[in-house]
């Protein structure tokens, strides 16, 4: 339990306003004893906030009061307290306006159900996200152990891109099946799909152990978005995406943790693959804090959608699917062949690009949080394009410039482009009915992962065919441009709309 103790010293309005149950960051009853409030809702597991009142100054006009307002709390947030620990605790003392929010938090308030689930998800996605990068931060050791040329590895890498297939019947199994018990299966097989990664004795061994592991950490990333959608409130489902979005990008950094201290030219690199392992006690405990999603139990496995609400289904799909295509024929090819254009046509030295991939990378998280707020308070379709357009213009630019302006120009869009995560990423989970939310969701991965793959084929063969990548990349900004036109034109708004307002098969 935290305590905070706050003194003022108030006239009568002051006093009344201390006495007023409180709207904001938390929702207050007034409890049986004076000056007691209780929890009505708000992120806690118990909550209290006491006042103990004195008179100050008895002969001023009006009189003065001395007042020291007490609370007294504790966290419905497993796993990151440590992180929540003190943003609420200087926050809470401030009283703001009805349902105001801190700029921290979600702009919806969030109750301590919904507050649990988000953290344990933002657990579970520093795993998916550890376990989703540990082959392409290895692979080029493991191609000096297992002695392969580029070509094979490069053979391998697009092996494993088409496991993702699997993920698929995972996530469809989950419409049948429910979301807890494939979430959390999904974080232990691939956890220890991963782990054999470490015994294996050749790269096909390798593709195929890890070919799995990507499909079912795949899976478990999907999930983890769905789950999100169907328990965070209407108004904070772009910023839930936007937490787990920076959370799984911490655990795809753990892996750039671990190599140096693995010896990785030597062998070492087989010791990342188990680390894995470690995460299957914490997902056990995170399981006994899960629910299963309070609407896959409302719903109704033998209620069938009408031919009309089926027909807006796959429409919904296939504008979803054709826009992650074409988006990833660009954004993919973006983010693989920035060391490839450092080192070969700037000339970068390895430490110059480490620190340029730093600066460049590391304000990320700005346009992903700051998107994930923006994203719910004023619309998906305005922020995904403004990501769309800055993001890939000043990422375009970046291959086509020297000297400083790649690195304006790289910062620039790697902070506008990430915009996109929360304001697009959320779309997948909530234009979807329950029953059909895992399935949709898996094909849209797997056509997305489809474009990323023609995408890193066809700016690798316009660089060999124009000799630069700069031209590549001005050639390939068409593929958003598709997905900017159906933004505009075909998406629909959903920030602040129920789940059933916007899939009437629920309602």
Partial sequence: MTSIRVSHNVDDA???????PRNDMVAETPSNVADRFELLEGPFES??????????????????????????????????????????????????PDNAQPWWAPPQRLDARAARVLTILCTLSV??????????QTISFASDEFAITEATQGAATAVVRAGVLISVVVTALADRRGRRMLLLGSA????????????????????????????ISTALAILIGIVAAEELPAGA?????????LLAGLGSGMVLWVLPFTGADGGGWRFVYVIPLLFIPLVSIAGRHLPETARFERSDPEREPTPAQR????????????????????????????????????????????????????PIGIGVMAAGRL??????????????????????????????????????????????????????PELFGTRERGRMNGIITVVSVMGSAIGLILVGYLKDQWGSFGPAFLAV???????????????????????????????
């Fill in 477 to 507: 900004m068409a593929g958003p441009a598709v997905l900017l036109l159906l933004v505009v034109f075909f998406y629909p708004e959903t920030a602040n709309t129920e789940l059933e307002d916007i899939n009437p098969e629920d309602g």
């Fill in 311 to 362: 027909k807006v289904a796959y429409q919904r799909l296939a504008m979803l699917a054709i826009g992650g295509f074409f988006f990833t024929i660009f954004s993919t090819p973006a983010s693989n062949f920035r060391v490839d254009f450092l080192k070969d046509e700037l000339g970068f030295t390895t430490g110059q690009i480490s620190i340029f991939q730093f600066a460049v990378n590391t």
């Fill in 14 to 20: 002051g006093l009344a306003e201390l006495r007023t």
């Fill in 375 to 428: 994203a719910d308070l004023y619309g998906r379709r305005l922020i995904a394009a403004v990501a769309i357009v800055g993001g890939v213009l000043f990422t375009a630019l970046s291959y086509s410039l020297t000297g400083v302006s790649i690195w304006v120009f790289g910062g620039l869009g790697s902070i506008i482009g990430a915009m996109a995560i929360p304001s697009l990423g959320v779309y997948g």
């Fill in 127 to 136: 795993f998916a996200g550890y376990m989703g990068s540990v082959l392409s």
């Fill in 237 to 245: 489902r772009a910023y839930g995406i936007s937490v787990m979005a």
């Fill in 188 to 215: 232990v097989v691939a956890a220890l799909l991963t782990a054999t990664g470490a015994l294996v004795p050749g790269i096909w061994w390798l593709t195929l152990s890890q070919g799995s592991a990507r499909a």
């Fill in 47 to 96: 909550y209290e906030r006491r006042l103990d009142v004195t008179t100050s100054n008895v002969e001023s006009s009006p009189p003065t009061f001395e007042v020291v307002e007490t609370f007294t709390y504790r966290e419905a947030v497993p796993f990151w307290r440590f992180a929540t620990h003190f943003p609420i605790k200087w926050s809470l003392p401030q009283r703001r």
